[in-house]
């Protein structure tokens, strides 16, 4: 009993102490508060960083797979040609023969041309390169020649490593075509085709050498037309007979000043 009366009185007391000193609980509850606070801030804050950090690092992920994924895609091409594929040529062996390619510019530009061949010494092509307009389109003729046979191999038998690149690249409009449009612009030259060769029966009829024909023919009436020289655009030439009546006024003129002088 004295025991429990002792405890009671310690805890009066403290009691007591409490109330006299209530600065003592408010400190204490604002260190816990701002204890727990500060644990939540710091908790929030590496969670948002933790979250920006794997938001860059997607984004530059997203980023580098997308431009690894656009190089590996094939360039757009801004030319149709047919043949697409391959240059047929007659097979004629020592001498030179002739193939023609249609270009077509299908993009919204103009775009400068140049043909590329494996083979300078044996192979040319006519116009080696040129700009098109949007839509524009020509047939360009290519010449080669067909070595002889060798080991006695039979007609068409020959291969031909032969091989013919076609690049293009975007240019303003009115530029003047030149060939060093390629070399200060490497970044931007798209290789549109590389055309294989393959030789034909002269003697044989077939499609294939039916249509190389008429793209020769083509090709010829557009050189025919492009050595024409260009329309005369100066002041129209007076035709003979042709009375100017200024020129008939100041005669008239004279010849009445004559008739006075003569009656004077």
């Known amino acids: 009993m004295a025991i429990s009366d002792r405890h009671k009185t310690n805890g009066d007391h403290s009691m007591k102490l409490f109330g006299l000193c209530p600065f003592w609980q408010a400190a204490t509850n604002s260190s816990a508060s701002s204890s727990t606070q500060n644990l939540n801030h710091s908790h929030n804050g590496g969670s ?12 530059l992920k997203s980023t580098t797979v997308s431009s690894v994924a656009r190089s590996l895609l094939p360039a ?15 097979y004629e062996p020592g001498k030179q023969v002739k193939s023609a390619v249609r270009l ?59 091989k013919f690149k076609i690049v293009s690249l975007k240019v303003k409009g009115g530029l003047e075509y030149v ?25 044989r009829p077939s499609p294939a050498m039916e249509k190389l024909k008429r793209q020769l023919a083509e090709a010829e009436a557009a050189l025919e037309v492009r050595k024409k020289p260009p329309p005369d655009t100066g002041p129209p030439v007076v035709g003979e007979g042709l009375v100017i009546d200024e020129w008939k006024e100041r005669r008239e003129k004279y010849l009445a000043r004559q008739q006075v002088e003569a009656v004077q």
């Open 179 to 203: 060939p060093e449009l390629f070399d200060e612009q490497k970044d931007q030259v798209t290789v549109e085709r590389v055309l294989r060769v393959v030789f034909l029966d002269a003697e």
């Open 48 to 59: 948002n960083s933790s979250r920006s950090a794997a938001v860059n690092s997607s984004g």
């Open 104 to 162: 077509k510019n299908t993009s919204k530009s103009h775009v400068a041309f140049k043909f590329q061949t494996t083979a300078p010494k044996s192979c040319y092509m006519r116009p080696p390169g040129g700009i098109l307009a949007p839509g524009e389109s020509l047939i360009a003729t290519v010449f080669k020649f067909v070595d002889p046979p060798e080991n006695n191999e039979k007609q068409l038998d020959q291969k031909s490593k032969a």
């Open 76 to 90: 757009r091409r801004r030319l149709r040609l047919d043949p697409s594929n391959n240059l047929y040529f007659p």
